[in-house]
């Protein structure tokens, strides 16, 4: 996926109530601008890191900026905006990056689920008429060149794990899709030292029968796309 218009760069001032931060673009204001990451954002809104956002020419808007991307003071960059991890997912199950995950047929996003009526990031059918559900995690913590998930406690994700095992009673294949996000990752394990429930789920999950990829995205002020396969260490 490529952005429109060309991004806007600026200095992170801060990030707060989840959907907004300040930005410095040099112009001698500082301006306010949408965060669509509801997440903890561990690692990815340092004050002084520098924001690209995107301007919407909506005029019913009140922050007529968005939030995308970040970058380190190590110059790596990181998208922020975790609608983005689904749209590549979508773009992953259309090719044959991963042959496991290829050459399905009626795809669908947000479809609903489970025992908690739950939506699905990701339903299709593969080559041998099953069907495939597949929950998108986007993927921003990083500990060197190790990414981890997620980057706070997350009784959300407790609940996708949960409800992927029932998909695989239920005699359907059930996948966690792990989308990277940071241009400095290059593996992703569950976050046991924030969330120890969720790294043992992950195991369970895996011994139930769940599967789990992780795919690396090339992130610049010009595009996201997809990039390879990476590892999942449980």
């Not at 399905?104 to 739950?118: C, D, H, I, P, V």
């Not at 029932?166 to 966690?176: K, N, S, T």
């Not at 029968?209 to 690396?216: L, N, P, S």
Request: hydrophobic share 35%.
């Amino acid at each position: 996926m490529q952005f429109n218009k060309p991004l806007r760069r600026g200095v992170l001032e801060k990030r707060y109530k989840r959907f907004l931060a300040d930005i410095d673009f040099g112009d001698g204001q500082i301006t306010t601008v949408h965060c669509p990451n509801t997440g903890a954002m561990t690692g990815c809104a340092e004050p002084g890191f520098d924001a690209y956002c995107s301007l919407s020419d909506n005029k019913k808007r009140k922050y007529s900026h968005t939030w995308e991307l970040s970058r380190t003071k190590e110059g790596e960059f990181i998208a922020v905006n975790t609608g983005c991890a689904n749209t590549l997912a979508g773009e992953l199950l259309n090719s044959e990056l991963i042959p496991e995950l290829s050459g399905w047929s009626e795809l669908r996003a947000e479809k609903k689920y489970g025992q908690e009526n739950s939506r699905i990031d990701w339903w299709g059918i593969d080559p041998n008429g099953k069907e495939c559900f597949v929950e998108v995690k986007s993927v921003t913590l990083a500990d060197g060149k190790r990414g981890y998930f997620p980057d706070a406690v997350s009784q959300r994700a407790h609940k996708h794990l949960n409800e992927l095992m029932h998909v695989i009673d239920e005699g359907h294949r059930a996948v966690q899709l792990y989308m990277v996000m940071h241009t400095g990752i290059e593996s992703v394990s569950p976050a046991k030292h924030i969330d120890p429930k969720y790294a043992e789920l992950c195991i369970k999950a895996a011994e139930h029968g769940v599967e789990f990829y992780a795919v690396k995205c090339t992130v610049n002020e010009k595009e996201i796309r997809l990039e390879r396969p990476v590892a999942v260490r449980l």
